[in-house]
């Protein structure tokens, strides 16, 4: 159980261009979805908190017309990397968390998106 | 400022060879502390959830416990399939997961 995908699993995109990252949580419902961003040898730094039905709440110093982010159901949140640049190329890993019991807290993570622009 | 630290960067061990891996944490507002694992090129994988000082987990050859300042992954009679990234981060009353840096596990055959 609480199994989290992600699509695409990689994407090379051209500078200026848009990207879509879909993550869905399979086998449970999320009210909560977080996206991370790693770097090589780095760790997870989390961008935004994502509710479904309403905005996204964004860490300090991401910026939110840049990254946009809808959580449209209780199982799925998209990231829209807008007008994406050479520095957004990184690994994009999304969380969800579930609405209600003992594993309330925990989050569980999709396998990532690679993304690199060109 | 909240931080999480883990030790060692990078551990290298025999098969067999038991070890502890470190996590410790200033964080103001904590609500629990997790642990994960991440092989090259994927998400983070959910390992324990330890709530309160003095928890402990385990889960085959592996173990988490609970101090008020840090945390150990004790890997017991490890094998070369438990080579990965452990990662600990620790979830924040705002319901924020602040994640260490890791520790790069390698097993040798």
């Known amino acids: 159980g609480a199994v989290v995908s992600q699509h695409p699993s990689r994407v090379i995109c051209k500078s200026g261009t848009s990207v879509k990252i879909e993550c869905r949580s399979l086998?449970?419902?999320?009210?909560?979805m977080f996206w991370y961003r790693q770097f090589p040898k780095q760790s997870l730094m989390l961008m935004a908190t994502s509710n479904e039905g309403s905005k996204a709440t964004y860490e300090q110093g991401v910026e939110k017309d840049k990254f946009l982010i809808n959580h449209a159901s209780l199982t799925l949140s998209t990231l829209t990397v807008t007008s994406a640049h050479p520095e957004d190329s990184s690994f994009y890993i999304c969380?969800?968390?579930?609405?209600?019991?003992?594993?309330?807290?925990?989050?569980?993570f999709g396998p990532g998106t690679r993304l690199t622009v060109t | 400022e909240d931080q999480v630290t883990q030790s060692p960067e990078a551990l290298r061990l025999q098969e067999g060879e038991s070890s502890s891996l470190n996590c410790s944490y200033t964080?103001?507002?904590?609500?629990?502390l997790f642990w994960y694992r991440q092989d090259p090129g994927k998400g983070p994988e959910f390992l324990f959830t330890l709530y309160s000082a003095g928890e402990e987990k385990e889960k085959e050859r592996l173990k988490a416990t609970l101090t008020k300042k840090e945390s150990f992954l004790h890997i017991t009679a490890p094998k070369p399939e438990d080579s990965a990234t452990y990662l600990c981060a620790v979830l924040k009353s705002s319901d924020k997961l602040i994640f260490g840096t890791g520790t790069r596990l390698q097993v040798f055959p």
């Open positions: 964080v103001s507002g904590l609500r629990g």
């Open positions: 086998d449970f419902q999320a009210t909560t």
């Open positions: 969380s969800a968390r579930m609405t209600s019991g003992p594993s309330y807290y925990e989050q569980y």
